[in-house]
């Protein structure tokens, strides 16, 4: 379990891409556990978007490439549905 003073920091709200995770720096503890299951930890500052209720994860633009399956992406005159990204 996450330690309530880093829930609050939204340390939960974070961006993962395979084995990196982005998350708010001051939480040691949710740290070392994803640490320790052999994730890489990118804590970083943000404290000035946790002042109005966001975090990591809300901070991430997620960008589509039409070539990829994304909302511009054309067949037979029907636009397709988005997919994820893959990094």
């Given at each position: 379990?996450?330690?309530r003073q880093e829930a609050l920091?939204?340390?939960?709200?974070?961006?993962?891409v395979g084995r990196e995770v982005v998350?708010?720096?001051g939480c040691p503890a949710a740290h070392g556990?994803?640490?320790e299951?052999?994730?890489?930890?990118?804590?970083?500052?943000?404290s000035q978007f946790l002042r109005a209720?966001?975090?990591?994860?809300?901070l991430v633009l997620?960008?589509?490439r039409p070539e990829e399956g994304g909302l511009l992406a054309e067949e037979e005159g029907e636009t397709k549905e988005?997919?994820?990204?893959?990094l």
């Open positions: 379990p996450v330690p920091l939204l340390v939960c709200n974070a961006v993962v998350t708010s720096a556990l994803l640490e299951r052999g994730y890489r930890v990118h804590p970083v500052d943000l209720g966001g975090g990591a994860k809300c997620f960008l589509e988005a997919q994820p990204l893959a």
